[in-house]
Nanobody, 115 residues
Framework: VQLVESGGGLVQAGGSLRLSCAAS????????MGWYRQAPGKQRELVAL????????DYADSVKGRFTISRDNAKNTMYLQMNSLIPEDTAVYYC?????????WGQGTQVTVSS
């Protein structure tokens, strides 16, 4: 199983980034997919989740209205569109795939927002 994140980088406050998570080795369409993040000295936290069918998503209060999670089951890929970024969004962003007792993580991609 591989989850490979991409799209991170350095951006100024108010800017946008689009993260991608490409999955292989799993039946992607069956998995609940999520984005988590971990800032230095802090615990990993949930950013957004999207169910297997892609019709329902949930967001952390801190990103509601700014971030949009989506998935393309035909491409085995999940996305996170991040708009109106603020310095507090600086963290390593991780992709997660979950199905029953099975859960997998990507290696993470760094997002840095400068003020």
């Amino acid at each position: 199983v591989q989850l490979v994140e991409s799209g991170g980088g350095l951006v100024q406050a108010g800017g946008s980034l689009r993260l991608s998570c490409a999955a292989s080795g799993i039946t992607f369409s069956s998995y609940v997919m999520g984005w988590y993040r971990q800032a230095p000295g802090k615990q990993r936290e949930l950013v957004a989740l999207i169910i297997s069918g892609g019709g329902t998503a949930d967001y952390a209060d801190s990103v509601k209205g700014r971030f949009t999670i989506s998935r393309d089951n035909a491409k085995n890929t999940m996305y996170l569109q991040m708009n109106s970024l603020i310095p507090e969004d600086t963290a390593v962003y991780y992709c997660n795939a979950r199905y029953g007792y099975y859960a997998y993580w990507g290696q993470g991609t760094q997002v840095t927002v400068s003020s």
